[in-house]
């Protein structure tokens, strides 16, 4: 398999997990799922018999449980008996992959983009949303706040997301570098040299809720959190500061340790999902619960080229995260 950190670092090609080269390429990758020794008992499947499919913190934990139960029942029924983990932040999605203890997740781009250069996962298909493969990263204020520019948030309270969000964190800071403001450490390390005082707040709806109770003076959050309604318009009362368009939307990302047959197993099945799996537990479309995807698509690490150039562009090292 071709060494994935020559890909991050713009040298080589890297794999693919997508649906047309899986058998081919997937042979050789450690798993237990669809081998048999001779004389030896069959071992189970996904290593301890369960799918282990792990959530990032991208909304509150009670809703992503009613949003991902028909997925669960899904992956059950087609793949493996199913379990959900809701995941305390985006690098614990990452460490459960690579490690073995998750099978499957969905994540951020730049989480993804991480997993894959330190071979802890790899990309197998790109959601679909809001009639689009790509989505904006925003940095939000209150209408009646002092804040006017970007160049108004120095010295000012700063909400992130979580330091692997590329919505939540690495494009607001991109953003703000942009705007001629230090980012000081930021996302490897602290904020005692940026030109703000950036609080981590722990996901998505974690940092518009402090931006909600006034706990800081902008948030810096994907779109999808700061919209309501049918019209997916913004919420009242609060605006725009700057924003980012053409992140290539969230993947459906796998561990390196399962066999190649787990793995096509896995992506097939969401490439062929009915409909009802992604109207949530109600099983009703339009209601609170349902997924905020709508479809997925085969992809590979060049899929996510554009949330690494931005990260070189900012000095990250995706390694030192």
């Keep these: 398999m071709v060494d994935r950190r020559q890909f991050i670092k713009g040298v080589g090609v890297a794999s693919t997990v997508g649906i047309a080269g899986l058998s081919g390429c997937m042979g050789n990758n450690s798993g237990t799922g669809d081998q048999t020794t001779t004389g030896e008992s069959t071992p189970q499947p996904y290593s ?22 028909p997925v ?6 087609e793949v493996q008996k199913t379990e959900l983990t809701y995941a305390k932040d985006y690098a614990a999605v990452v460490q459960a992959l690579g ?24 990309i197998g298909l790109q959601r679909f949303a809001y009639g689009g493969w790509t989505y904006t990263s925003v940095i939000t204020t209150k ?18 997301a979580d330091r692997l969000s590329a ?24 904020d005692a040299n940026a030109d703000f005082d950036a609080q981590y707040a722990g996901g998505h709806g974690a940092a518009w809720s402090a931006l909600e109770n006034d706990q800081v003076a902008a948030a810096g959050t994907g779109q999808f959190i700061t919209v309501t309604g049918d019209d997916r318009t913004l919420a009242d009362g609060y605006e725009y500061v700057e924003s980012y368009d053409g992140i290539p939307r969230a993947p459906i990302v796998l561990s390196p340790e399962l066999s190649g047959n787990e793995k096509e197993a896995v992506v097939d099945a969401f490439a062929n999902a009915p409909e009802d799996m992604y109207l949530g537990a109600d099983g009703k479309a339009d209601t609170d619960d349902d997924l905020w995807f709508s479809d997925v698509r085969p992809a590979d690490v060049a899929t996510y080229q554009p949330v690494i150039n931005v990260a070189e562009e900012l000095g990250i090292s995706l390694g030192d995260l």
């Design 167 to 190: 919505s939540g964190s690495l494009y607001p800071l991109y953003m703000l570098k942009q705007a001629g403001l230090s980012i000081g450490d930021l996302p490897t390390g602290g």
């Design 99 to 122: 490690s073995g203890t998750g099978d499957v997740a969905e994540t951020g781009p730049f989480a993804a983009a991480l997993g894959v250069s330190e071979d802890k996962a790899e």
């Design 72 to 77: 669960k029942q899904y992956l059950s029924d």
């Design 143 to 160: 209408k009646d706040s002092d804040i006017n520019s970007l160049e108004d948030l120095k010295g000012k309270k700063v909400a992130l």
């Design 48 to 69: 301890d018999g369960t799918l282990d499919f792990s959530m990032s913190p991208s909304e509150p934990q009670d809703l992503m449980m009613k949003q991902y139960k």
